[in-house]
């Protein structure tokens, strides 16, 4: 059981890393738009797409 | 196929016949620009764009050689200087791009800039209307950009974030840090607790329990040393200003709490309670956070009053060039040259040339008012029709547009407070919850000094105002919440609270009551050798060359062949010219002949009156019901026009409303509003121009269209982003339901506390107990908001 004196706050490091990339997150901007992050994943880069289109006719 | 535009949605003009491909499928467009627009964006790998957006584009219009002068100008350093900031040898600017409606605009903005050499980051913030851009001044102009962004359709133009705005947005963002930090590291407390919960009962090995509380001990101090600090820091601010706040039995209990824990731990006695401080924390924030975006997105959705004024001036140098300049370095006596369609930057003299000017922003007036040589013009207001050279004799402060934003801000101190009562609530509960816990302090010392503490601790959190102080602002969230997705903006908190006591609806009537838009009632022809298709065409064909509002409503009648020659404006009458040997003109009645009617314009041919045209503005389809809707709740309507005709009268006993002024100055205006107020009556103003804006800070509430003018969406405390009045009833049910839901929210906390205080005072309930109790409570009160929701 001794192992949880390690390990415990290597966890606790994990933590401050999540807690360091959020700020990140919310220095650059990424909460201020909620809207439009949750809609872009429906765009895909469909440049390579169109040009695939265009080449099947 | 449909027959509406396939880029903007708009109908379609006959005799237009452009087309897009679109997935091997031929769709009608409107005008050359949509063609153009739409055929570039499928070109370019975009067409994503029209599967996914979920609001119409915007009409596009061609830019013209002006226009882009003007964009080009803002490659110039010293303009640049106002909006441009430097990150290392990259340049960033904010721009406010017009037309951007949903996620699929922002997508289309950032993959068009994105392609162009030189752009290294693009951020569209959807809610707020501005694009972020950092760019390689080396590789790319900043006209480029823009002009790049004008080919799919996008008005754009450099914006200045004033300090307000952006200090906001700092805050929006060190909330969302602070619930970031709470929420993350209470979960990681929580799991510590839980482990001691139930070592508790299977007996855990003292050195394990002792290092759980250590590493909660650690885990917490950020919670409450970060995340909590607003409290404490809010609650010093109200004691120095002699003023009891929610905050402060907050601030109390958690900071007394952690000190109290943090002494247990390293003193290896008595108990810690990390957890429940941490997650009383989290939820108290989350309130705070979810009241504050309500309130921030809703501010910044009214556009800024920079929009107003151009940045750009075109200065007469002695040599009689013409320099674009920064509209902020003019100066005194300077001349500057004004073209048509532009909007002068600056209050001055006419001293060169004739135009109609559009003050309507100022006046209300929707008349283009005649400006010629020793004529005052104002910044702010839009040429028509005329080049004109102007001196200028007022700047900055001074401009008549700034004086009306000072009344504004004069008349805002005054206005009455109701949000003041609910604090004053506040505050006795308050005084009342610290007099009682330090009594239950007093009387526990002596008998048992050990738990006196904890429990004045427990009387603290279990009492806590949480739920009483979340039943206004998540009753209120929901509600704004709910409000914004019919299109109704609310901007101020107290809204909700005046409106189900509003007892007066006054209306501005043209852009309010009507669409501010001609249209063509009746035509009556007054020769027997022209027939009405014939006059029209002919009305049609003059119209075209004129600015003026009623012009417009000839639009439609405007042949594709133009067959005109010799057109000649005759200011305060009308416009001439000749078409197939025949003198043509439209204007007054009173033009020649002495000619008199009732009509609004009359067709002439050779000085000889022809055909009459009866115009009406259009008045807006839900006015009437609306109206009577207010009627049946007892409510009684008014109108306040700045327009001196009789169509006011007329409008007003069409809709059957109470009362009428017209030809009102925004004086007067204001000073019938406070009459009532004074009255004891509860009046609520809609409106839609700067000439309103005074008198919204007169009326107990206001409410101003999306279609108007900035300023007075500014000042308002509503604004109707669909500019429909149907909006107003609605508005009025969901305020009568947070009134009732508000009441239901206060009694439920109110019996909560009032029945935990004795048991707690008693010592029958420990702090962790108490922590659940109160998030209970709180939950339930948020859940009972959560109604307002689906109205």
């Not at chain 2, 509003?502 to 669409?515: H, I, P, Q, W, Y």
């Not at chain 2, 838009?517 to 049609?540: M, N, P, Q």
């Not at chain 2, 067959?563 to 009308?574: H, M, P, Q, R, T």
């Not at chain 2, 115009?615 to 807006?620: A, I, P």
Request: proline share 3%; glycine share 6%.
């Amino acid at each position: 059981m001794s192992i949880i004196y390690v390990l415990i706050p290597i966890a606790i490091l994990f933590v401050l890393i999540a807690i360091g990339i959020f700020f990140w997150a919310v220095r650059s901007e990424q909460f201020s738009d909620l809207e439009k992050q949750g809609h872009s994943i429906l765009f895909d880069d469909d440049k390579e797409q169109h040009k695939k289109a265009n080449e099947r006719d | 196929m449909s027959q509406s535009c396939f880029h903007c949605l708009e109908p379609i003009p006959s005799g237009f016949d452009g087309q897009v491909t679109y997935e091997h499928e031929q769709h009608p467009v409107c005008c050359i620009g949509c063609q153009a627009v739409a055929e570039h964006i499928i070109a370019e790998g975009m067409s994503d764009y029209y599967k996914f957006r979920t609001v119409k584009a915007g009409k596009v219009e061609n830019l013209v050689p002006d226009q882009l002068k003007i964009i080009e100008s803002y490659d110039n350093d010293a303009i640049q200087e106002d909006f441009i900031s430097h990150q290392g040898s990259l340049n960033e600017v904010l721009l406010s791009v017009e037309g951007i409606s949903c996620a699929a605009c922002a997508w289309l903005i950032e993959k068009q800039l994105l392609a162009l050499n030189g752009v290294a980051r693009v951020d569209v913030n959807t809610s707020t209307h501005r694009a972020m851009i950092l760019w390689d001044p080396s590789l790319i102009k900043l006209s480029e950009m823009i002009a790049s962004l004008h080919n799919i359709g996008y008005k754009t133009y450099p914006f200045q974030a004033d300090e307000e705005a952006s200090q906001k947005q700092a805050v929006a963002k060190a909330y969302v840090r602070r619930l970031g930090v709470a929420g993350i590291m209470t979960m990681q407390v929580m799991m510590f607790a839980f482990a001691m919960y139930f070592g508790m009962f299977s007996g855990m090995d003292e050195n394990f329990e002792e290092y759980f509380r250590w590493i909660s001990f650690v885990l917490a101090t950020p919670v409450i040393l970060y995340s909590a600090l607003p409290f404490l820091s809010n609650a010093i601010k109200g004691l120095k200003a002699k003023q009891l706040n929610m905050d402060l039995p907050v601030s109390m209990a958690i900071f007394g709490a952690y000190v109290a824990s943090s002494y247990a731990t390293i003193m290896h006695t008595g108990e810690v309670y990390f957890e429940s401080i941490c997650m009383f924390t989290f939820l108290l924030l989350l309130g705070k956070y979810l009241e504050f975006r309500a309130r921030l997105k809703a501010s910044e959705f009214t556009a800024n009053l920079h929009k107003l004024l151009p940045l750009t001036a075109r200065k007469l140098l002695e040599s009689g060039e013409e320099l674009i300049i920064a509209a902020k370095q003019l100066t005194l006596g300077d001349k500057i040259l004004v073209k048509a369609g532009e909007t002068i930057p600056a209050d001055g003299l006419v001293i060169e040339g004739k135009t109609s000017v559009d003050e309507s922003m100022m006046t209300g007036e929707h008349l283009p008012v005649s400006k010629i040589v020793g004529n005052q013009v104002f910044a702010g207001t839009n040429n028509h029709d005329g080049v004109i050279t102007i001196e200028i004799n007022q700047l900055g402060q001074n401009t008549l547009i700034n004086q009306i934003i000072r009344l504004q801000h004069s008349a805002l101190t005054k206005r009455p407070k109701l949000v003041e009562v609910t604090d004053k609530v506040a505050q006795w509960f308050v005084a009342c919850l610290l007099l009682f816990a330090t009594a239950t302090a007093i009387g526990w010392y002596p008998i048992s000094p050990d738990k006196a503490f904890w429990i004045t601790i427990s009387v603290l959190v279990a009492t806590c105002p949480c739920a009483l102080s979340l039943a206004i602002p998540t009753a209120l969230t929901c509600a704004v919440a709910n409000l914004t997705k019919k299109g109704i903006l609310i901007k101020e908190a107290h809204v909700l609270e005046t409106l189900p006591k509003v007892t007066r609806f006054a209306f501005d009537k043209t852009g309010t009551l009507t669409e501010g838009r001609f249209t063509i009632t009746d035509v009556v022809t007054l020769s027997d050798s022209y027939d009405k298709e014939t006059c029209l065409k002919f009305a049609g064909q003059l119209e075209h060359f004129s600015e003026h509002p009623i012009a417009k409503a000839f639009e439609d009648y405007f042949p594709n062949n133009r067959a005109l020659d010799n057109v000649e404006v005759c200011s305060g009458y009308g416009i001439q010219g000749v078409i197939q040997n025949l003198n043509i003109a439209i204007g007054k009645p009173s033009w020649f002949d002495n000619y008199e009617s009732d009509a609004q314009a009359v067709l002439f041919i050779d000085a000889k009156p022809v055909c009459e045209f009866k115009l009406s503005d259009k008045v807006r389809n839900s006015a009437r019901n609306v109206i009577a809707q207010l009627k049946s709740q007892g409510v009684t309507s008014h109108m306040l026009t700045g327009d001196s005709s009789n169509s006011g009268r007329l409008l007003a006993t069409q809709l059957k409303m109470d009362s009428v002024q017209s030809a009102c100055t925004p004086k007067d205006k204001q000073s019938y509003v406070d009459d009532w107020a004074s009255k004891g009556e509860v009046v609520a103003m809609v409106g839609d121009g700067i000439n309103d804006s005074p008198v919204f800070n007169s009326a107990h509430l206001s409410i101003a269209m999306e279609t108007g003018a900035d300023i007075s969406k500014n000042t308002a405390d509503v604004v109707l982003l669909r500019s429909d009045l149907v909006a107003i009833p609605a508005l009025i049910t969901v305020a009568k339901k947070t009134k009732l839901i508000v009441r239901q929210n206060l009694a439920l906390s109110l019996i909560y506390n009032g029945s935990i205080l004795p048991l707690a005072a008693l010592g029958m309930v420990e702090p962790w107990q108490a922590v659940i109790g109160m998030s209970a409570s709180s939950i339930i009160v948020i859940c009972n908001s959560l109604r307002l929701l689906k109205l």
